[in-house]
């Protein structure tokens, strides 16, 4: 989006946001996660998302798991 032509309107609306891959991104990649207490995060992961909500952005988590 072209910031020097929005809108102040539009630009109020706008929220920043970061799509996270959830295994082996977030969590350790153990393949089809069928239980949770074999969910695992990742060393540095919970601070990380502390850290990205805190500057204000949306935190999105996706998977390919069904």
């Known amino acids: 989006m072209d ?6 309107s539009t ?3 706008t929220r920043r946001a970061v799509f996270l891959d ?3 991104v977030l969590n350790e ?4 996660l069928w239980k949770p207490e074999d969910f695992v ?4 992961a919970v601070e990380a998302l502390s850290r ?4 204000g952005f949306l935190l ?5 798991q069904s």
């Open 52 to 55: 990205l909500q805190a500057a």
């Open 22 to 24: 959830r295994d082996g």
């Open 41 to 44: 995060l990742l060393p540095g």
């Open 60 to 64: 999105v988590v996706v998977t390919n």
């Open 29 to 32: 990649d153990r393949n089809y």
């Open 11 to 13: 630009m109020e609306k």
């Open 3 to 8: 910031t020097d032509t929005a809108a102040p």
